[in-house]
Each structure stands twice: as structure tokens, then as C-alpha cells.
């Protein structure tokens, strides 16, 4: 690496690591502008909220990346024309395209580091976050029950005939359980002696299941000792088996679309999502190839020309994402076009502007 790449680097490596931080802040103070109302009387989960947040900021490190690349690049050239080093860069026979060179390479290397996160943590940090925000929306003591009264509670009903509370924890005695089928047929009817429901977690002793047969007999009756009843972990595997888009890697997402693709099902909307998947990271190097040469033009003029020249930019490409992604869930655009059209407007438009620099 020469002298010349090497300055280039570190004039770029400060508004790089600003840019990203400030565009990932905003994405992380969406994220709990949108779900702080969960806290509301929960305030004890509050180190749970947090931590979901940190989770689901994963998911932005992506489009931060390519941000930071995009302010890095600008404000850099910017300063670099404005002080006229560009100019001497230029008499001393380097072309638009050999100062473009560094800042490229920069820009590949943030794309294979996003592409990275995407694929090896973004996934892992979307199933925890999911499992977090269902402790945030569903953590709470017992349900209001009382004594010689019927209630339902997820798939169950119980009667009770005597019950003591003791904050989250409700002891109970004489309980009677009826799980519902999942499809045609009788409950399954549980009895006990006593009972201790903590945390959606019950804990039954000295008592028996009947299995109630479709006839309308009982199959089997088993008795126990002690039966764990675990309700949270129920609605976890409900949650665990709905994996979205943003929870699967590239080689996951072709898989479930081969898999629903034979069986006869549309997967038009996640071939959207899979060709995302992998031309959102680039985004990188084609804001890099766009911004230099708008940067050396409108730098000389105000030393905010590089932050607007960003700010232009990123808000150009991020409308056309959205634009292409609404265009091809609505059919309008092929999955492969609506996935790759930033990509291949914003490299057309920034080749035009190297050569028109030269």
C-alpha cells in the first residue's frame, strides 16, 4: 500500500466511525420509540428492555456500515478538495479513478464485513430479541384467579378451590386442569393436591391425568407426584418455529423458498427479501463510487458540502429501496430486479460521474 492510499485511509476512517454511530443511534432510538410502551408497568424489565435493544440494533449495523462508508467518503474528499490537496494530488498525475482507488477498497471491506454480520449475527440477534420481546410482552405475575371460580389462561382452564397469593407466586390446593385438543375431541382433565404457579411455570403434586377418549371414556389414567406445567416455554417453541426473513441466512433463505417453491406456494416476496440479502451489502462500494466525484465538485465550496452531498445520497438510495421493494411485492418488478435496482442505478449513475470527473 503507498503513501498516497494510506493518507487517503485515515482522512477517511474518523467521518467513517461518526457517520456510522450516529446513523445506527437513530436506528436504535426508532427501535425504542416504537417498544418502550412495553415497559409500561413493568419497569423491573428494564435491563430485559435493553438488552433487546442492543439485539435488535444488529440487524441496522448493515445499512449503518454502508452510512458511515457513504459520510466517511464525502466529508473526506470534501476536506481534501476544499484544502486544494486534491488539486495537488491531481498536478502530480494521479486521476479521479487512482484517489477513488482507496476509498473502494475500504468500501469492499466494509461490504464483506456487513455481509458477515448479516449471515452470522443478525440472525442469532433477531431469534434472542424475539425471545426477549416475548418476556417483555408476556412477563407478569398469575393471572387474577379466585377461589371456586372458573378462568382461562393460553390454552387451559382451571378451578381452584382455595388459593393464597404471595406476590408473583400463587399457591394453590385442589386444582383441576382441562387442556384443550388441539383439534376434535375431549380435554385432557389433570387433578391435584396442591399447586404453585410462578412465572407461568406450574408446579402440581399428589395427582392424577385422565385421558378422555373420543367416545367419551377414559382411556388411561396416570397418577404423579409431582407434574411441571410450563406454559412460558409453550409459546417460546410457538415463537421459535415463525422465523422471519431477517432470522434466516442467505443458504436458510434459498432453502425455504426451494422448499415452499416445489410445493406450489408463492414465494415471490421472499425471493424480494433473499436478493436484498445479498446486494444490501455492496451498497458500500456504490455509494462510494457516486459520492467521490459529486464530493470533488461541490467540496471547494462550503465545508458542509460533503454532509449534504451524504445526506442527498443516502436519502436517494434508501427511497429507491423502498420504492423497488414496494414495486416488486406489489409485481410490478421482477424479485431480482426490485433486490439489485439500487445497485445498478446508483453504479450507472456513479460510473457516469467518475468519467465525467476525469
Known amino acids: 500500500m503507498k503513501t498516497l492510499d494510506r493518507y487517503l485511509i485515515r482522512e477517511m476512517l474518523a467521518p467513517f466511525l461518526a457517520g456510522m454511530l450516529i446513523v445506527l443511534v437513530l436506528w436504535v432510538g426508532n427501535i ?75 468500501g469492499l471491506l466494509v461490504s464483506m464485513a456487513a455481509f458477515v454480520i448479516q449471515e452470522k449475527a443478525v440472525p442469532w440477534a433477531e431469534n434472542r430479541g424475539n425471545k426477549l420481546l416475548y418476556k417483555l410482552y408476556y412477563a407478569q405475575s398469575a393471572p387474577l384467579m379466585r377461589a371456586d371460580v372458573f378462568f382461562n389462561w393460553q390454552n387451559y382452564y382451571f378451578y381452584i378451590q382455595q388459593i393464597e397469593r404471595k406476590g408473583r407466586i400463587a399457591v394453590m390446593r385442589d386444582i383441576t386442569v382441562w387442556e384443550l385438543p388441539g383439534g376434535r375431541g375431549y380435554p385432557m382433565i389433570t387433578t391435584a393436591k396442591t399447586a404453585v404457579w410462578q412465572n407461568d411455570i406450574i408446579r402440581m403434586r399428589d395427582g392424577v391425568m385422565h385421558k378422555i377418549g373420543r367416545d367419551g371414556f377414559t382411556e388411561y389414567e396416570a397418577r404423579f407426584r409431582v407434574l411441571t406445567l410450563n406454559l412460558k416455554r409453550q409459546i417460546e417453541e410457538f415463537f421459535e418455529s415463525q422465523k422471519t426473513t431477517e432470522q434466516m441466512s442467505v443458504a436458510e433463505l434459498s432453502k425455504q423458498i426451494d422448499l415452499l417453491g416445489r410445493s406450489g406456494i408463492t414465494t415471490s416476496n421472499m425471493l424480494i427479501d433473499y436478493h436484498f440479502k445479498l446486494s444490501v451489502p455492496l451498497s458500500s462500494v456504490i455509494l462510494i463510487l457516486c459520492t467521490t466525484p459529486l464530493a470533488l465538485r461541490f467540496g471547494r465550496h462550503s465545508s458542509f458540502a460533503g454532509a449534504l452531498v451524504g445526506i442527498v445520497i443516502a436519502f436517494l438510495c434508501w427511497n429507491v429501496m423502498l420504492f423497488a421493494k414496494v414495486f416488486g411485492q406489489a409485481g410490478w418488478l421482477p424479485p431480482a430486479l426490485a433486490g439489485w435496482s439500487q445497485i445498478m442505478i446508483f453504479a450507472a449513475i456513479g460510473a457516469v460521474l467518475v468519467w465525467k470527473a476525469e
Open 32 to 106: 425504542v420509540f416504537i417498544q418502550v410502551s412495553v415497559l409500561r408497568g413493568k419497569t423491573d424489565l428494564l435491563p430485559v428492555f435493553l438488552q433487546y435493544v442492543l439485539l435488535k440494533s444488529v440487524a441496522y449495523l448493515t445499512v449503518s456500515l454502508a452510512a458511515g462508508s457513504l459520510f466517511g467518503c464525502a466529508l473526506a474528499v470534501s476536506r481534501l478538495t476544499r484544502d486544494s490537496e486534491i488539486t495537488v494530488m491531481r498536478m502530480a498525475g494521479a486521476s479521479v479513478l487512482r484517489i477513488l482507488v482507496p476509498f473502494l477498497f475500504i
